[in-house]
């Protein structure tokens, strides 16, 4: 059986909605404006990518009005809209697979730090932490009382999802899914990886030989899913395929990829076998392109490893973004998907210096082609490596 | 969807005599169930366990445990469920958050907190490059990596895959996210907290010494009208249990589903297995090792099964139900 993509959602610091962040994208606008001060005044300097709205414009454009954690809040605005092409069907066992590193830790850390000040603990900043809880909250706001999971393999993670989806249609246990993830920036995270000495000072430079580490973004994105029965009895249109997908192990290092980025190789070229394709038949790579020494490297390698003189057009979308963590193989799967779609191959931004480990230069402006098959990759720490196979249709 | 359970282990509140007979804890009532990590250091050198949290150490050598029991040693694929993750180092990052205010905060604590850590650790020890997954999803964490294990066998992606189920309990925030579970408020009667750590090696034919046959059915939603055919259709394809194992906590909201199960097999024998492991999202993997050890090493405490059913449910969704046969 045939998946195919019927819906998109997606919500982060370049745009509100498909109709923006694909607009930021061929403009080539980015969305790192924001400095870590606003999120932890002990941390100050480093560019992030943060989300316009705030929690409570979140809550009222999407009517749920709550004091969710903003992971949640990102997750109903990106699956409302992937969701909308059957938002009024009856029919169908709906699945929703979500994804997330930290879940509520923006209440949470709050809730820990008065506790640790004044002893008293305000459960409601503790009772939405739970990764599983965001998925919950939405899945239950949208009426959607089908299979829902979570999954957390770091910035795998949404990856993941749109995989397990993938196989819950094709396994007849659900009809549709909306896959993907989300993930909001905390005081949390952005110590976590400034203690790691990965964070650019400055706008982050993906696949270039100079840079200097990542910035931390945020947001959500979502597909919506279906198979080939799904279409038919929901009248839906599907845009492109998915065609292909695998994850693998780097098995290397707890956070650090390998040198000759095993994970990343096996990862890709497992999609592309799933979707019984040659690598010279793939028209453009999403990267997961952080910006970091490490991961770009091993990216690098392996592609180059993979396409040896058939390199495929490239560029990092995180260069507009920044690195969202568990919402990014969602948002990028739903860029990688528009890029099909709309025939467009999006700019990797700051390319000056290209790489040793690489024979190709990232894509330097937004230009129109013919896209047939995209690749997009999402690598994270635990050595977790997925990549998803999009293809026309 | 069926497979077969060729190896399992446990790290748990509870032990095990000689001649395989569960013996509860000697505790009192409110006091958690915990378990005893010592046995770590039997498989982790003490380099390696010496930076590694409570959850870590006994979640990496679980699956050694499991590991060591099974013929076969590279699993193609290793897939875990954890409801909170890594709590103790999720606290101690936090907690350096605090006070540090700009000072230089150790990595450990942050890299050792993700929920897939465990994952990781165990493919790093065991260079396994094969499908590697972490779910996340309350009560139903565990039975997600089910799901994912034994689609894959199904898919014939891997012919083995090593699933674990494991949650830490470390006290004021276990409590506090704990607090917010029961549907109702009986706090008197409800059993105490626990944490656990379950591996099993999963493989689609019945390798190894003692392989158990396992069949699984999950209802999504609320209703118990939709629940009891799927407990039917079980029975009609693997024979009635003998014996079931049920996740009631003392929450009468919580048991009230398993009521409907036990009226709807009326004279079966049943276990309340949360009394010896106590309540955590993925006491469910406990269940599973318990039925896994009555069927192999342990069925003369109760009464010899043949079959036995496992039922959990997570706040009145997500019934699941794995039936074990010899």
């Known amino acids: ?393 | 969807m069926k497979a077969y359970i060729t190896a399992a282990s446990t790290i748990s509140p509870v032990s095990v005599s000689v001649s395989g007979r569960i013996m509860p804890t000697e505790k009192s009532f409110d006091e958690p169930f915990m378990f005893d990590e010592l046995c770590a250091s039997d498989y982790i050198d003490s380099r390696t366990s010496r930076r590694m949290s409570r959850i870590m150490k006994a979640g990496l050598a679980g699956a050694l445990m499991c590991l060591e029991k099974s013929v076969v040693k590279m699993p193609d694929a290793i897939i875990t469920g954890t409801g909170f993750g890594c709590l103790e180092d999720t606290a101690a990052f936090m907690g350096k958050l605090s006070h540090a205010e700009g000072l230089f905060l150790n990595p450990t604590a942050f890299i050792q907190s993700t929920h897939n850590t465990i994952a990781g650790t165990i493919a790093l020890h065991l260079k396994c490059h094969g499908d590697n997954n972490t779910f996340s999803q309350l009560g139903f964490s565990f039975e997600s990596a089910l799901i994912d294990t034994l689609l894959l066998l199904h898919e014939k992606k891997a012919n083995h895959v090593l699933l674990g189920g494991f949650d830490e309990n470390i006290g004021f925030l276990t409590d506090t996210l704990h607090s917010f579970r029961s549907l109702r408020k009986s706090s008197v009667k409800m059993v105490a907290l626990g944490e656990g750590v379950s591996f099993f090696m999963l493989s689609e034919s019945p390798v190894g010494e003692t392989p158990v046959k396992i069949s699984f059915r999950s209802v999504n939603n609320r209703n118990m009208n939709d629940v009891l055919p799927v407990v039917n259709e079980m029975i009609k394809e693997s024979g009635e249990p003998c014996l079931i194992l049920t996740g009631t906590n003392g929450d009468e909201l919580n048991d009230r589903s398993y009521q409907s199960l036990y009226d709807y097999l009326n004279r079966i024998q049943v276990v309340e297995y949360k009394k010896y492991c106590g309540e955590y999202p993925t006491a469910p993997a406990f269940a599973h090792w318990l039925a896994t050890h009555i069927l192999t090493l342990g069925g003369s405490q109760f009464n010899n099964p043949e079959r036995i059913l496992v039922y959990n449910h997570s706040r009145g969704k997500n019934h699941s139900f794995t039936m074990f046969s010899k």
């Not at chain 1, 404006?33 to 705030?54: A, Q, R």
């Not at chain 1, 246990?173 to 005081?187: M, R, Y």
């Not at chain 1, 990829?257 to 979707?275: N, Q, Y």
């Open chain 1, 1 to 393: 059986m045939k998946v195919f993509v019927a819906g998109l959602g997606v919500i982060s610091s370049i745009g509100n909605g498909v109709e923006e962040n694909f607009d930021s994208l061929v403009s080539g606008r980015h969305g790192i404006h924001n400095l870590s001060e606003e999120i932890d005044l002990h941390l100050p300097g480093f560019p992030v990518g943060k989300v316009s709205f705030s929690n409570a414009q979140l809550a009222e454009t999407t009517g749920c009005g709550r004091n969710w954690p903003r992971a949640a809040l990102l997750s109903l605005f990106a699956a409302k809209e992937a969701v909308k092409p059957i938002s009024h069907q009856k029919n169908l066992r709906i699945g929703f697979i979500s994804a997330t590193t930290v879940g509520g830790m923006d209440q949470t850390e709050e809730g820990f730090f008065e506790w640790q000040q004044n002893g008293k603990i305000n459960r409601r900043k503790f009772v939405h932490h739970e990764c599983g809880r965001q998925a919950e909250l939405v899945a239950e706001f949208l009426g959607i009382d089908g299979f829902v999971t979570t999954l957390n393999t770091a910035c795998s993670s949404s990856a993941n999802s749109i995989i397990l989806a993938s196989r819950l249609i094709k396994n007849n246990i659900v009809d549709v899914a909306i896959a993907g993830g989300t993930d909001a920036l905390t005081k949390f995270t952005l110590n976590g990886f400034s203690t790691l000495l990965i964070l650019d000072n400055n706008l982050c430079r993906p696949f270039d030989a100079t840079r200097a580490g990542l910035n931390l973004g945020e947001g959500a994105g979502y597909l919506l899913l279906a198979g080939e029965h799904a279409l038919d009895v929901a009248n839906l249109t599907a845009t492109c395929e998915l065609r292909g997908y695998a994850n693998a192990n780097d098995a290397f290092h707890q956070t650090a990829s390998s040198a000759e980025g095993t994970g990343s190789f096996l990862a890709m070229r497992g999609a592309l076998e799933s979707g019984n394709l040659f690598p010279s038949e793939i028209s453009y790579i999403n990267l997961h392109g952080t910006g970091t020494t490490n991961n770009d490297a091993s990216e690098a390698t392996a592609i180059q490893k993979l396409f040896e003189d058939k390199i495929p057009l490239l560029s990092s979308t995180k260069s507009f973004t920044g690195h969202t963590l568990g919402a990014s193989g969602g948002i990028e799967a739903v860029f990688s998907v528009l890029s099909i779609e709309r025939k467009m191959v999006y700019p990797n931004l700051r390319v000056s210096s290209p790489m040793p480990e690489i024979a190709a230069i990232p894509v330097l402006s937004a230009r129109t082609s013919n896209i047939s098959h995209v690749l997009s990759n999402s690598f994270g720490f635990g050595g977790n490596c997925s990549s998803l196979l999009f293809s026309a249709i």
